[in-house]
């Protein structure tokens, strides 16, 4: 919430999901029997009301997944002629050198040496746990999460107020620094120790 990007995602998979011939489509492409004999019908997900309603923070990077293998492929066939073949090495080279571009969740920037993403181009959200004062009820309380502050083009971003335990927002005072004392001995080791010491005297 709070992107550009983001949000378009987000609105044309809420459009997808009230599409009968799209769900029907998606039944057909996963998986129905597995190893052990049993069928599994998809259409108790795809048929809910909520499919598709909330995609959450992991769309985004998913979607910029498949469109940075897309752009990588397009790359290998426009050099590679008239060869529409290509490994896997050749793929993640592509992917490696030659990927930025701006998708779902920011700009997307990977480190040549590594092909994986660069931390500033990432995507980060703060997310504060409150009180959900519609869904609590006397001795039981409910939390909601609230997205507060959005990381996204190397800067952060502030979307709500973050609020602490205390109901404020105002940061709390850190704890005292601990002080170990090496040498401290309670009473009861004092006391044995002492006695201990009476007796190898006496």
Not at 39 to 52: G, K, R, Y
Not at 95 to 101: A, I, V, W
Not at 167 to 176: A, E, F, K, Q, V
């Amino acid at each position: 919430p709070g992107m550009d990007a983001y949000d378009k995602l987000t609105k044309s998979l809420q459009q997808l999901g009230e599409v009968e011939e799209v769900r029907s489509h998606l039944n057909t492409l996963f998986p129905g029997d597995y190893s052990d004999g049993k069928f599994v019908n998809h259409s108790i997900i795809t048929d809910q009301e909520a499919f598709l309603k909330t995609p959450g923070l992991a769309s985004p990077f998913l979607y910029d997944a498949v469109v940075a293998i897309g752009l990588a492929s397009c790359g290998l066939l426009e050099t590679s002629g008239n060869n529409h073949y290509f490994s896997g090495e050749e793929l993640f080279e592509a992917l490696r050198l030659n990927t930025t571009f701006r998708g779902a969740s920011g700009l997307i920037i990977l480190n040549p040496d590594t092909g994986t993403r660069e931390p500033r181009s990432a995507l980060f959200a703060l997310t504060n746990f409150v009180d959900d004062k519609d869904a609590s009820t006397q001795g039981n309380m409910q939390f909601k999460g609230v997205d507060t502050n959005l990381f996204q083009s190397g800067r952060w971003e502030a979307l709500d107020v973050y609020t602490f335990n205390d109901g404020t927002d105002r940061i709390p005072s850190d704890l005292p620094i601990l002080v170990v004392n090496p040498n401290y001995l309670d009473s009861n080791m004092k006391a044995v120790g002492s006695t201990l010491c009476g007796i190898v005297v006496a």
